[in-house]
């Protein structure tokens, strides 16, 4: 599937206004599911119906527990799709699932062809669904129908990517008449990050063992940079020939200490990783995200164009809480949405809602 740049924003959508109550599924319950279940279930306007997860330690568990209540609350984690939707009477109609198990389509993929046979709306942190349509074109493809035959919806969301370093910098152009070129750069301090962001970018690996375990598939590093940068290139039009992604690890050259990590002198201090669009030789989008143990936080956006645009949060963005926010603030878009497989950039305009 090729995703073609004719989409304008807000005009194929059944509404862009939102049920008042969003009756969801939980997918996933990792520590970014669970931060997403937590702010979910305060929230008026959402209400929780079922959860699955396969990890054999939370299977059968009530969730009140898991989320910190006092008293259980009579939903158990669940560790296939077909009891919750059993369970679910005529009245309790599932509008969305909050997915958040996988990185790559590849493996993601059975999982949303099993919720959207259901008819289920999903959003889900899967950072290559962020823009899918490059890397796995007929997994795009097959998605697409699925879902619009199933009348539902499927978008990626997140921070990163799913915001900062794409609908962000392609939401600031709106102040542009012309775009030659974009620049996003996001830092952050890797220790205070979840401890499988940290596995994922390789905190206190010996060089050697970072370079090995990048080479055989082990290692993912951060994911979705190549995705942010089509996102970005292919909304605005910008004609990329290809893009460049890389990571570089960042060797410690003292020890660092502090209550989240210990990492030794030599080691993996954290990862330097860049994903470029290029067009006739010339780099167009440019992508930073640095994820280094003692790094100042920050995210910077700069649009080359008339009239420029440079956009600076220096406090940083607490990214797997701001996580949680976007899939929340998001998925009531995707409720309210055409049916098919879809982008962020393909949603009217997503916000926090008072409730
Ligand atoms: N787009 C973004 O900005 C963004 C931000 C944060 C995170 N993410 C991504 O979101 C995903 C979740 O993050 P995390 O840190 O919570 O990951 P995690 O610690 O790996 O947790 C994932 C959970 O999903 C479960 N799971 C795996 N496959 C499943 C399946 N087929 N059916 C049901 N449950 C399944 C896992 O069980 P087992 O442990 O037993 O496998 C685990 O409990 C990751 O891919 C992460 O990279 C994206």
Known sequence: MTKTNTISVGS????????????????????????ILQAAVVRSDFELVGVVDVNPDLVGQD?????????EIGIPVSPDLSPVIDGISGQNQVDLVFHATQSFLDQTTPQFIDLLSCGLNVVSTCETLAYPYRRYPNLSDQLDQVAKSNRCTLVGAGINPGFLLDLLPIFLTTACQEVTGIQAVRNIDAAKRRGPFQKKVG????????????????????????????????T?????????????????????????????????????SFGRGVRNQQEIVRIDFNAVVGSQEYEEIRIE??????????LGTAGDSATAAVILNMGKRVVAAQPGLLTAADLPLPHFTRT
Do not use: M
């Open 63 to 71: 969730i009140g527990r898991l989320i910190g209540e006092s008293r």
């Open 305 to 314: 164009g008339y009239p420029p645009v440079i956009w600076r949060n220096k």
């Open 203 to 234: 905190l206190n690996l010996s060089p050697e063992d970072f370079a090995r375990q990048r080479e055989i598939g082990q290692l993912s590093a951060h994911v979705g940079l190549t995705e942010s940068v089509y996102l970005i290139g292919d």
């Open 236 to 272: 605005l039009g910008l004609n990329l020939d290809r893009v460049v992604e890389e990571h570089r690890p960042v060797i410690a050259d003292c020890a660092y200490s502090s209550a989240e990590v210990e990492i030794q002198a030599g080691r993996v201090r954290g990862v330097n």
């Open 12 to 35: 194929p959508y059944i509404s862009s206004r939102c049920k008042d109550k969003i009756k969801f599924i939980s997918f996933g319950l990792g520590p970014v599911g669970l931060l």
